[in-house]
Structures are given as structure tokens and as C-alpha cells.
């Protein structure tokens, strides 16, 4: 069955950079693109932007732009999102999703806490 | 960038009535709009994909229809298990604000 299994909670000082990774199972890893969402307490879903395993292309939000860095490593199907120049504003709970044209597996979440 | 906009933000009704959620994109997204639901502390849950094709093991009481800037998602029934937030998402971009269907 397809699996995505994300690591653990983090809690970072403001100014740091945070790497989430999300790991494949029961698929073909390179068959399907990687969408990274993430949500803060009580607000909507907000979309970060995307990877191609298998060319390894990206696509960012323009919000994230120069923030965000979407990477994978093939041999172990894992896919990894890296934000940088954290602020409080950025704790949330980040997911990554499979996407082939629309997110139908998720992983469990990640909640990343910016905190002084 | 287009910007999805849902509404109404909450929809408030009673189990076995018809929900009508909409979403209209800033501009043509074409049929590629997708519908997800969310409950409290889980992750979301993939509906609908290019706008009416309804994704594995989903229920046929829910549906999807539209084009272009228009979309509409349907639930003909509402089940007490979907009561939730809705959110539309344009292929690989922004989602909407998501529209909340609570028990009246």
C-alpha cells in the first residue's frame, strides 16, 4: 500500500533552517510528483510547491521563493523540503503529498515550531 | 498567480441535506481543480480530481462539476462523517480558503 512517512516534530530559533523528509513506499518513487503543503493552528492549507523525483525539477510558490529547497534521493524514495531564514510565522504543520495532477496520498505531518 | 476563492466560508445544515460548495479561480484553470476534505488533526483528503472525476473509494453521493473559472462540489446527502472543511486546489498551485460545512 502507498505509505509516506515524514519525520519527526522540530522545534528551531528563529533565523535557522529546517529539512522535513518524506519517505515513499509502494509505489514507484520517480512515477509521481511531490507537493509540500503545510497548515499553521487553525488556518487553511497553503501550498509551497512541488518536485519531480525522477528529473528532480521544482516549482515553488512565490511566496517561498528563495526561502524553500525541494530535493530527493531516489535510492531511498525519499523526498526532503528545506526552509530556510525561519520566523514564528512559520510554525506550522508541513506535509508532503503524492501528485500526479492532484495530492491523493499524504503523509502524516510534520509540526515544526519557531521558537525563541 | 490565480487565486481561488471558496464561498460561502461556513455552510450550515442539517445530515441529509444537499451541500453546494463553490470555488472560482482568479482565471481559467481549465478542468484542472481538485477537491479535498479535512477533518480536525488529520491530513486532507483527496475528493475530486480535474474537476468531476471522483478519486478512489470515494462515495457517490459526492460530486464534482465545472470548467474554466466556475466549480461547484456537490454532496447530495450529507453523512454525519462529512461534516469537515472543504478546500478546492488548482494542479500543482494555491488552494482556496476552504469552506466549513458544520451541523446545524
Known amino acids: 500500500q502507498v505509505q509516506l512517512v515524514q519525520s519527526g516534530a522540530e522545534v528551531k530559533k528563529p533565523g535557522a533552517s529546517v529539512k522535513v523528509s518524506c519517505k515513499a513506499s509502494?509505489?514507484?518513487?520517480?512515477?509521481?510528483?511531490i507537493n509540500w503543503v503545510r497548515q499553521a493552528t487553525g488556518q487553511g492549507l497553503e501550498w509551497m510547491g512541488w518536485m519531480n523525483p525522477n528529473s528532480g525539477n521544482t516549482g515553488y510558490a512565490q511566496k517561498f521563493q528563495g526561502r524553500v529547497t525541494m530535493t530527493r534521493n531516489t535510492s531511498i524514495s525519499t523526498a526532503y523540503m528545506e526552509l530556510s531564514s525561519l520566523r514564528s510565522e512559520d510554525t506550522a504543520v508541513y506535509y508532503c503529498?503524492?501528485?500526479?495532477?492532484?495530492?491523493?496520498?499524504w503523509g502524516q505531518g510534520t509540526l515544526v515550531t519557531v521558537s525563541s | 498567480e490565480i487565486v481561488l476563492t471558496q464561498s460561502p466560508a461556513t455552510l450550515s445544515l442539517s445530515p441529509g441535506e444537499r451541500a453546494t460548495l463553490s470555488c472560482r479561480a482568479s482565471?481559467?484553470?481549465?478542468?484542472?481543480l481538485a477537491w479535498y476534505q479535512q477533518k480536525p488533526g488529520q491530513a486532507p483528503r483527496l475528493l475530486i480530481y480535474d474537476a468531476s472525476n471522483r478519486a478512489t473509494g470515494i462515495p457517490a453521493r459526492f460530486s464534482g462539476s465545472g470548467s474554466g473559472t466556475d466549480f461547484t462540489l456537490t454532496i447530495s446527502s450529507l453523512e454525519p462523517e462529512d461534516f469537515a472543511v472543504y478546500y478546492c486546489?488548482?494542479?500543482?498551485?494555491?488552494f482556496g480558503q476552504g469552506t466549513k460545512v458544520e451541523i446545524k
Open positions: 503529498a503524492r501528485s500526479g495532477g492532484a495530492a491523493d496520498y
Open positions: 509502494g509505489y514507484t518513487f520517480t512515477s509521481y510528483d
Open positions: 482565471q481559467s484553470v481549465s478542468s484542472y
Open positions: 486546489q488548482q494542479r500543482h498551485r494555491a
